[in-house]
Every structure is written in C-alpha cells, then in structure tokens.
C-alpha cells in the first residue's frame, strides 16, 4: 500500500488510490508531501537510517552554485 492515499499518474495525471493508474497502467506517485510534525516520534530512527550523525554526512548532501557562479552563467546564456 502507497504511503499516502492520493496519487497522481506520472504519465496522464490521472487521480487513484492505487500506486498504477487505472487509465494508462503507469506508475502513480504521491500527489502531496508527507506531512511533518515536531512531535515525529521515528525522527531519531530516520536519522540513524540516513547516518545524520556522521560529519561526512553534510559533504555527501547536493550544494547550490554562489550567487557569482549563477549570475556569470546567466550572463552567459543572455550573450549567446
């Protein structure tokens, strides 16, 4: 069973409660974002699953380019 009850259809945007589109066959995804809360009793079990303790953890997460980086390749793509 999907983890939430709505989902959505990857390929015709369908709407089931099924994880494969009755329409289409496709896979269907969540339509909405799990919802957070403070109180998350299984924070500190996701956690230890995605080894958050461990410095190196921080170096292995995607970084955005600076400010500079993203206003020289926007220049760029406006000269040519």
């Known amino acids: 069973m999907a983890r939430q009850l709505l989902q959505q259809c990857r390929e015709c ?39 958050v303790e461990d410095p190196d953890w921080a170096s292995s997460l995607a970084s955005l380019p600076t400010l500079n980086e993203m206003r020289k390749n926007h220049v760029a793509s406006e000269e040519e």
């Open 13 to 51: 945007g369908a709407w089931t409660l099924a994880t494969t589109c009755p329409s289409c066959g496709a896979k269907a995804q969540a339509a909405a974002p799990l919802k957070w809360s403070p109180e998350d009793h299984r924070a500190s079990i996701r956690r230890k699953m995605y080894n």
